[in-house]
């Protein structure tokens, strides 16, 4: 059974801080990452995707993966209490056909 | 460009009754899912068309859901008969690339969900 662990939170974090959200995934396979973030009522919206080893920047917002330890982050700078929503971190199978989706993580940035 | 639709927005029904969502994809896009997702959990995918062909419903309760996409578009997802644990977000998402590329950037785009409420 391929899976997407993520902590499920709440992560509580004061404005202006770093949020640091973290993902592992078990197909060692997987080639493609994406962040999610949904808020409370809404769909999800994709604000992140990487592919390759490393860091990729876009904003305040930072996703880093390391293949090798089966691992992808989010980090979030300058924290604002409009981030706080349920971050979902989606791993496309090593078969390339579909996302396996974690639970999600809960951020609130408090004011 | 228009998102995705969906329809209903809300629907609440007795348990044992059948239900139909519908979802017209962004235009264009070939790939279509059918998530369900129960609060405070992630996105289920219970079925992935490519075109008019079914990709992947390997977690869709087939005794009890149905799913097409007869024409390649739109498409519909039934359950009947409806139970309690069925209650739950729906969620239509389309995305454009093929998702069996390699590394694709197959993003998908989600529309606003149906929340079926089973009593």
């Known amino acids: 059974q391929k899976e997407v662990e993520q902590n499920s939170g709440p992560l509580s974090v004061p404005e202006g801080a770093i949020a640091s959200l973290n993902c592992t995934y078990s197909?060692?396979?997987?080639?493609?990452f994406f962040w999610y973030r949904q808020y409370s009522g809404k769909s999800p919206e994709l604000i992140m995707f990487i592919y390759s080893n490393g860091d990729k920047e876009d904003g305040r917002f930072t996703a880093q993966l390391n293949k090798a330890s089966q691992y992808v982050s989010l980090l979030i700078r300058d924290s604002q209490p409009s981030d706080s929503a349920t971050y979902l971190c989606?791993?496309?199978?090593?078969?390339?056909?579909?996302?396996?989706w974690g639970l999600g993580t809960s951020l609130a940035v408090n004011p | 460009e228009a998102g995705v639709a969906q329809s209903p927005r809300y629907k609440i029904i007795e348990k044992r009754q059948s239900v139909a969502f519908w979802c017209n994809p962004i235009?264009?896009?070939?790939?279509l899912y059918w998530y369900q997702q129960i609060l405070g959990q992630g996105p289920k995918l219970l079925i992935q068309?490519?075109?008019?062909?079914?990709?992947?419903d390997s977690q869709l309760p087939k005794d009890r859901f149905s799913a097409e996409r007869l024409k390649g578009v739109d498409s519909t997802l039934k359950i009947q008969p409806a139970k309690l644990e069925d209650s739950a977000v729906y969620l239509c998402?389309?995305?454009?690339?093929?998702?069996?590329?390699?590394?694709?950037?197959?993003?998908?785009?989600f529309g606003p969900g149906t929340r079926l409420t089973v009593l």
């Open positions: 197909d060692r396979g997987s080639q493609s």
């Open positions: 998402a389309s995305s454009f690339s093929n998702p069996g590329l390699a590394g694709g950037y197959n993003e998908q785009f």
């Open positions: 068309f490519q075109n008019n062909g079914v990709v992947d």
């Open positions: 989606a791993v496309k199978d090593g078969n390339n056909r579909k996302l396996i």
């Open positions: 235009s264009g896009h070939a790939t």
